[in-house]
Structure formats: structure tokens, C-alpha cells
């Protein structure tokens, strides 16, 4: 359950966001191409607010902090210029996407406070499996300690990250969002340098925790958390 630290709802009298999931998998041109038009339609007032939820065949994005060092050789899957903030990180079956545009007119203009509700989002949903995401002060995304594996090699306690958050505003009106990992192939991680985080951190996904669910299962509880921390949806 959202907190007043981390509930974003917008404005009493708001239409409720409009929640839209694409069967099958999605070329992430389509998804970029959805988020330009709709980002222009909300902030005119011709659009809801929305959140798309896809997944994509494999695939690296590139945020504007992306290293070219940390792509790691000759790349096994297109690499995209995405235009959100953040470094490189993958996409590809079994993690879900979603892509969300809200404006923050209608909330609060405070992206520090919108990406703590994104990360509280997910925490509130990994918490319906019993996992416990936590968040890092030094390192964007949700976490999960690894007490089973050795100590990182600067002793600090093993953990993996879960959950990749990356935005971008136009307008006031948020596009691009969060991946959750739910059974993704955790090898094809290995081509990037993931957010550009170094030191032993590791991915991890609910199947790698032990926790075999389906996306549809997945979606509901993304749902429930979604509206816990951001208002009313409705089917798009």
C-alpha cells in the first residue's frame, strides 16, 4: 500500500489513467513511436493519461548517460537509441515493459517523487510474491539481497537488481518507465554493462527467485499496485 510519502494520484476529478497491454511481442520502434504520440495528445488534453504494458523481441536501449564501454563487444541484438535518461539495459521476452505517461500537472511536478512512486510500485508488487524489493540511495531501480552468495568483493552483502526504472519528461508528461523481470533468459544480460553499474551486482528475475508465475498474473498485481500508489485505471 502507497504511503503519503510515495502516493501520486492526481488531482480529484481526473479520468482515470487508461491501462493498455499488446499481446505477443512488440518492435520497440512501435512502442517509441506510441509514447511520441500520446506524450503530444496528453499534454494537449486530447489523451489520458496511460500506460502501456509490452514485451519486446531482444533487444539493447541506450539511455542518454549510455557508455560506449559498457556495451561489451559486438552486439548479439539491435541496439536503440532510446532517449531516457539512464545507461544501457535489455529488453526482451519474459520481462515485462511498461511504459508510462503521466502528467505531472496533474500530480506533482516533482520527478524525484515520480520515480520514488515507480519504485514503490514495484515494491508494492514483488511484495504480493513474498520478495522483498528494496530501493538504493546510490543506484536507481529495486534491489534484492542475496544473503545465499558470497559478499560482493568489497565485502558488502550480495544483491541483484529486479526492476530497471528510466524516464524521460516532455511537457511535464512522463514517457518510457519500468521492466520488471519475471522469467527473461538472464544471459543476455551479459552483452552490457547493465546501467552501468559495476562491482559484482548481478540480475536477477522472479523465475531465478523461485517464483514461476505467469505474465497475466503478473499484469493483475502490476495493476492492483499501480492503482494503489497512482489512481483509478481503465481498460484501453
Keep these: 500500500m502507497a504511503t503519503e510519502t510515495t502516493a501520486f494520484r492526481p488531482a480529484p476529478g481526473s479520468p482515470s489513467v487508461s491501462w493498455v497491454i499488446r499481446d505477443g511481442l512488440t518492435p520497440y520502434e512501435e512502442s517509441l513511436g506510441f509514447m511520441e504520440a500520446r506524450v503530444e495528445a496528453i499534454a494537449s488534453g486530447a489523451a489520458?493519461?496511460?500506460?502501456?504494458?509490452?514485451e519486446h523481441p531482444p533487444l539493447y536501449t541506450a539511455g542518454t548517460s549510455a557508455r560506449a564501454e559498457d556495451l561489451l563487444g559486438v552486439?548479439?541484438?539491435?541496439?536503440?537509441?532510446?532517449?531516457?535518461?539512464?545507461?544501457?539495459?535489455?529488453?526482451?521476452?519474459g520481462q515485462r515493459v511498461a511504459y508510462v505517461m503521466l502528467d505531472l500537472h496533474r500530480r506533482r511536478p516533482d520527478v524525484r517523487a515520480f520515480v520514488a512512486a515507480l519504485e514503490a510500485w514495484i515494491i508494492g508488487t514483488l511484495a504480493e510474491f513474498q520478495v522483498r524489493g528494496e530501493r538504493r540511495e546510490d543506484r536507481v531501480g529495486v534491489w534484492v539481497a542475496r544473503p545465499e552468495r558470497p559478499p560482493l568483493p568489497d565485502g558488502s552483502p550480495a544483491e541483484d537488481?529486479?526492476?530497471?526504472?528510466?524516464?524521460?519528461?516532455?511537457?511535464?508528461?512522463?514517457?518510457?518507465?519500468?521492466?520488471?523481470?519475471?522469467d527473461p533468459d538472464l544471459s543476455h544480460f551479459g552483452g552490457i554493462v547493465p546501467c552501468g553499474i559495476r562491482g559484482g551486482y548481478g540480475v536477477t528475475s522472479l523465475a531465478d527467485l523461485g517464483i514461476l508465475v505467469s505474465m497475466p498474473e503478473v499484469d493483475t498485481l502490476l495493476r492492483r499496485n499501480f492503482e494503489n500508489v497512482f489512481g483509478p485505471t481503465v481498460d484501453g
Excluded at 537488481?161 to 519475471?182: C, D, E, M, Q
Design 48 to 54: 489520458p493519461e496511460t500506460v502501456l504494458l509490452v
Design 161 to 182: 537488481k529486479i526492476a530497471a526504472i528510466g524516464i524521460r519528461l516532455r511537457k511535464w508528461v512522463t514517457f518510457h518507465g519500468i521492466s520488471l523481470n519475471v
Design 75 to 93: 552486439s548479439p541484438f539491435p541496439v536503440f537509441a532510446a532517449g531516457r535518461g539512464g545507461q544501457y539495459t535489455y529488453h526482451g521476452p
